[in-house]
């Protein structure tokens, strides 16, 4: 349908279901000890650029105790998107919601150049998943080139994308309440098996073991993501979008209701950190491959501009976006591994071509069209997250 915010899309996943309250989500730290991903064949980027080379992590001590689990809220009290909805952008909205301090209050909802976003091309189609709807319901559940799953821990700051399928079949997600390892816990509607975001993986239930087929995603900002994709879509917040709650739950999308724990020391709700490498909130961008896992921190990447190493016999390369955001792409199409350098803020250059630092591709010379494979398969997160999951991690340049 059609309306004054330009073209809007909107697909019924899931109808129904009770009210039910809302909650912050969070992450819970835990003892039990995880491993790398297992050695495995090298992946080696294809030039498509539609796959993630790595794994978050597999050698999780599986199915976790519940006494490794943390109940912060009720289930689906952080209400997971289930029919969303798109616009060129966000004019012309208003949303009224509950204030803190009681009553009804109604705002304009600003998406601003400068607001982070995840976002996702299929083809010539690209969307956007604007953090500020993201901090407040953490699951998008969508279908974009198929069944798409759109995840976001605010306490992490971890963002992942996935194929929305369990066991090969279609289905919905949403967030459980539960906190295992500084991580949100989702649950799959198909077989109610509880998942760590963070590892991708079935923690509990009957697809423990199992993990999700990880899709490319870009972390950038709504202004850059616009620049490169003059007609992309962006995602609309409720009661635009609908929830799982199965009435309009709508949020306050002009605040960020993790300000206070973003600009604290704490890892996590509680979280012990002992590590004096990093800052806690430091953020890093990490890869793990074949038994080996690194972290490079977004300071030292922007400092050296480009970083090209290799990581259990990936070899990769490490920059930041214009943005700031730290990024890793494997450095390897077909039988080519190609030296990058920077060419300027937004482009590296490599074998004759330009590519650009937020996405991958190549935007001219032989490689034009050529789109790298992506290196981490979980977006830059707060350094205590990855080191919740990878306890062995190396820190380059440590």
């Known amino acids: 349908m059609t309306n004054n915010r330009g073209r809007v899309t909107r697909r019924r996943l899931l109808a129904g279901g009770t009210a039910l309250a809302a909650g912050l989500a969070g992450c819970l730290s835990s003892d039990d000890s995880a491993t790398d991903t297992?050695?495995?064949?090298?992946?080696?980027?294809?030039?498509?650029?539609?796959?993630?080379?790595?794994?978050?992590?597999?050698?999780?001590?599986?199915p976790v105790d519940d006494s490794d689990l943390r109940r912060e809220t009720g289930e689906d009290a952080i209400p997971a998107i289930v029919d969303p909805a798109f616009g060129s952008d966000w004019s012309g909205l208003d949303i009224t919601f509950r204030g803190r301090f009681g009553g009804r209050q109604t705002i304009e909802p600003r998406?601003?150049?400068?607001?982070?976003v995840i976002g996702i091309s299929r083809g010539d189609a690209a969307r956007a998943y604007p953090f500020r709807i993201l901090n407040w319901h953490e699951i998008v559940n969508d279908t974009f080139g198929g069944p798409l799953l759109v995840t976001y821990c605010p306490l992490c700051r971890s963002a992942l994308t996935t194929e929305r399928r369990v066991d090969g079949e279609t289905t919905v997600f949403g967030v459980s309440g539960l906190l295992y390892r500084e991580a949100l816990v989702m649950y799959d509607e198909a077989t109610e098996s509880l998942w760590s975001q963070l590892a991708a993986r079935a923690i509990q239930g009957p697809m423990t073991g199992?993990?999700?087929?990880?899709?490319?995603?870009?972390?950038?900002?709504?202004?850059?993501?616009?620049?490169?994709?003059?007609?992309?879509?962006?995602?609309?917040?409720?009661?635009?979008?609908?929830?799982?709650?199965?009435?309009?739950?709508?949020?306050?999308?002009?605040?960020?209701?993790?300000?206070?724990?973003?600009?604290?020391?704490s890892a996590g709700l509680g979280g012990l950190f002992d590590d004096d490498r990093l800052d806690p909130k430091a953020e890093v961008v990490g890869i793990a491959n074949n038994n080996v896992s690194?972290?490079?921190?977004?300071?030292?990447?922007?400092?050296?501009?480009?970083?090209?190493?290799?990581?259990?016999?990936?070899?990769?390369?490490?920059?930041?976006?214009?943005?700031?955001?730290?990024?890793?792409?494997?450095?390897?199409?077909?039988?080519?591994?190609?030296?990058?350098?920077?060419?300027?803020?937004?482009?590296?250059?490599?074998g004759g071509s330009r590519w650009t630092r937020t996405t991958g591709r190549a935007v001219d010379?032989?490689?034009?069209?050529?789109?790298?494979?992506?290196?981490?398969?979980?977006?830059s997160l707060f350094w205590f997250a990855w080191l919740d999951i990878h306890p062995d991690t190396e820190l380059y340049g440590n």
């Open 210 to 265: 199992s993990s999700l087929d990880l899709t490319r995603a870009t972390i950038t900002t709504w202004g850059s993501w616009q620049e490169q994709h003059s007609d992309t879509e962006v995602l609309l917040p409720p009661p635009e979008s609908s929830t799982v709650a199965g009435e309009e739950k709508t949020r306050d999308y002009s605040r960020n209701p993790y300000t206070r724990y973003q600009e604290s020391a």
């Open 111 to 116: 998406l601003d150049p400068g607001d982070q």
């Open 38 to 62: 297992p050695a495995s064949a090298t992946p080696r980027g294809d030039g498509s650029g539609e796959t993630v080379a790595t794994s978050p992590a597999a050698g999780l001590d599986l």
């Open 294 to 350: 690194r972290a490079y921190s977004a300071g030292t990447v922007a400092e050296a501009g480009v970083i090209a190493d290799s990581v259990g016999g990936l070899p990769v390369v490490v920059t930041t976006t214009p943005d700031g955001t730290p990024v890793a792409w494997v450095r390897e199409v077909g039988d080519e591994t190609l030296s990058f350098e920077a060419a300027d803020e937004r482009h590296l250059t490599a």
């Open 365 to 379: 010379g032989p490689y034009e069209g050529t789109r790298l494979t992506q290196a981490n398969a979980v977006s």
